[in-house]
């Protein structure tokens, strides 16, 4: 926890008056509570309550202050103003981002890469009436832009299921001159359009019934799966009206499962090659979500209001950036899987993180001690 940014941590506090009202249980308290939870993989209010009051004297250690209390968090998560956690991950992302800016991954760019898409989390319609999605079921959507460099998530924003996920991109932030990869169901050209004019450059997978007239085809190498690299315009009405400049179709045959694959892009530049490998990096974002679903609490929630929903999710978010800067600060080569589990089971334990995570070193005494008696010894 030391390596939160209190100074940011107070402003994002007193922006949303967080603590207006406020005698024990503050925002720093709540945040740690619930970030105890993600760790030790606690999964109730009670959980959380029980664990935390069997360690009581070591709760100022760790920086809880007030009273532990399920009524008491519980009030916190339904209160609180959700913006808050949501811009300490802000925080937290932009001082990962910085650690993490040169690292390398399967594709050799000098530009920044980013992978968007959204993961949908069931919820049961009785106790989440807010977040309907369809007659009988509900369900939350989180909408993740992944940073390839380290897999950060870089900008998350939480919705109900009924909310498409191409609408997203209107309220997505655009780095000029970034590769953003998205899902065929991002395949909007109006959209599309207003991020070829930023500029940005997308790969995205083409729909099957998308009509399009060829102006330019270069040569490729077939024993690569590359099937074709064209130039083309947009020929229906209605895409042609949105989408107005050329297009780049790459189409490949995966050598190993035979599937076949067709790519847009506004790039012009790349070789048809690398432009399949990018659309492959996209799988990442889909792993994130798999990893954050089986390693954090964010698919069993300690309140049923849209306000807690959002704040756990946040701070599970918050929490997973904690151990993402805390690895490459400390130089860690433990993957995020190994320092959980190693932190879920030493969390009451005074002893430097370093120690903790350390190889295990085991030596055999040879011989015996000059003070052991033996067994029959006399």
Request: overall charge positive.
């Amino acid at each position: 926890m030391s390596f939160i940014p209190y100074t940011e941590f107070s402003k994002c506090v007193t922006r949303y008056h967080g603590e207006r009202y406020v005698k024990s249980f503050s925002c720093m308290d709540q945040f740690l509570s619930m970030a105890f939870a993600q760790l030790a993989y606690r999964e109730s209010l009670r959980d959380i309550e029980v664990c935390l009051r069997a360690h009581q004297s070591k709760l100022w250690h760790m920086g809880l202050r007030g009273p532990i209390s399920r009524s008491t968090l519980a009030d916190a998560n339904e209160n609180r103003d959700w913006r808050i956690w949501a811009d300490l991950t802000g925080v937290l992302i932009r001082q990962a981002q910085q650690l993490y800016c040169h690292d390398s991954f399967a594709v050799e760019l000098k530009e920044a890469v980013y992978a968007f898409d959204s993961t949908t989390i069931s919820l049961c319609l009785s106790l989440f009436p807010w977040a309907a999605f369809w007659q009988s079921h509900a369900a939350i959507k989180a909408h993740t832009l992944l940073d390839l460099r380290g897999n950060i998530p870089c900008w998350i924003r939480v919705t109900t299921g009924d909310i498409h996920d191409v609408n997203l991109l209107d309220r997505l932030p655009f780095e000029p001159g970034a590769f953003y990869l998205l899902d065929r169901g991002y395949l909007d050209f109006e959209r599309l359009y207003r991020m070829t004019q930023i500029p940005v450059f997308f790969v995205t997978r083409i729909k099957s019934n998308t009509r399009y007239q060829r102006v330019s085809s270069h040569r490729v190498d077939k024993s690569t799966g590359l099937r074709c690299d064209q130039t083309i315009i947009l020929s229906s009405p209605y895409a042609r009206s949105a989408y107005r400049d050329k297009l780049r179709l790459v189409k490949l045959v995966d050598l190993k499962t035979g599937k076949r694959l067709a790519f847009l892009t506004n790039n012009f530049e790349l070789p048809a090659l690398t432009i399949s490998d990018l659309y492959r990096c996209r799988w990442q974002v889909e792993l994130f979500f798999r990893w954050i679903k089986n390693h954090l609490r964010i698919k069993a929630f300690f309140g049923t209001s849209e306000n807690a929903v959002t704040t756990q999710i946040y701070i599970a978010v918050s929490t997973y950036l904690l151990v993402a800067i805390m690895k490459k600060s400390l130089q860690i080569d433990d993957s995020l899987y190994t320092i959980l589990q190693i932190l879920s089971v030493s969390l009451f334990e005074k002893k430097p993180i370093l120690c903790a995570l350390e190889p295990a070193s085991y030596t055999n005494l040879e011989g015996v001690l000059a003070n052991q008696l033996e067994l029959f010894d006399c």
